[in-house]
């Protein structure tokens, strides 16, 4: 099983990026897909999560900013980053779960807010 996330770096204020995690090794329809965050010192954090169906959960902290989407076919998901703030710094981690089994998570990309 492997979990790719991609698309970080550094970003000015109000700027955008786009995350993707490209997985294998699942069956990724059957997965619900979650980003997770973790600033240095802190705790990790869910940022955004979508299920199979579609449905999706997000921070108060991302509502309306962030967009998180999958793409089935692909066997990857996306985090859209809009209005970015230097709070959104972090490292973003991917995670698949699924009910009855261990979590995966993919190996991070650090995301920078700065002027």
């Known amino acids: 099983v492997q979990l790719q996330a991609s698309g970080g770096g550094l970003v000015q204020p109000g700027g955008s990026l786009r995350l993707s995690c490209a997985t294998s090794g699942i069956v990724f329809s059957w997965n619900t897909m979650n980003w997770y965050r973790q600033a240095p010192g802190k705790e990790r954090d869910l940022v955004a999560r979508i299920s199979g169906d579609g449905s999706t959960v997000y921070a108060d902290s991302v509502k309306g900013r962030f967009t998180i989407s999958r793409d089935n076919a692909k066997n990857t998901v996306y985090l859209e980053m809009n209005s970015l703030k230097p709070e959104d710094t972090a490292v973003y981690y991917c995670?698949?779960?699924?009910?009855?089994?261990?979590?995966?998570w993919g190996q991070g990309t650090q995301v920078t807010v700065s002027s």
């Open positions: 995670k698949a779960a699924l009910a009855g089994r261990l979590d995966y």
